[in-house]
């Protein structure tokens, strides 16, 4: 079993950028893919950005990509997503979460939030206008 801790949230003006980390404890951090969500107020939870075990291969939301980047750094058992240009609406409580699904190998991801196996407590990012 995993633990995930993310970090990293707050106030920002539109324009501005974030940088979320999501520490992890327990079982190898190499075994699991990972991925951040987002769930605004009266919204259902939607995916952002999401990681291979390798590290080699990410995937991002049309509404984020080319502003947000995730990585991982497997010696500090975190994963980051970094957040530019951030606009009102990406306002939104933001997850981290681990796909234990290792016998997919290392360069698969998934962007449905049902496969992944555990999840953080959230860390709340607001950009005002």
């Known amino acids: 079993q995993v633990q995930l801790v993310e970090s990293g949230g707050g106030l920002v003006q539109a324009g501005g950028s974030l940088r979320l980390s999501c520490a992890a404890s327990?079982?190898?951090?190499?075994?699991?893919?990972m991925g951040w969500f987002r769930q605004a107020p009266g919204k259902e939870r939607e995916f952002v950005a999401a990681?291979?075990?390798?590290?080699?291969?990410?995937y991002y939301a049309a509404s984020v990509k080319g502003r947000f980047s995730i990585s991982r750094d497997s010696a500090k058992k975190t994963v980051y997503l970094q957040m530019n240009s951030l606009k009102p609406e990406d306002t939104a409580v933001y997850y981290c979460a681990a796909d234990d699904r290792r016998l997919l190998g290392l360069n698969t991801y998934s962007i449905t939030a049902n496969d992944y196996d555990y999840w953080g407590q959230g860390t709340q990012v607001t950009v005002s206008s």
């Open positions: 990681i291979s075990r390798s590290g080699g291969i990410t």
């Open positions: 327990g079982r190898t951090f190499t075994s699991y893919a």
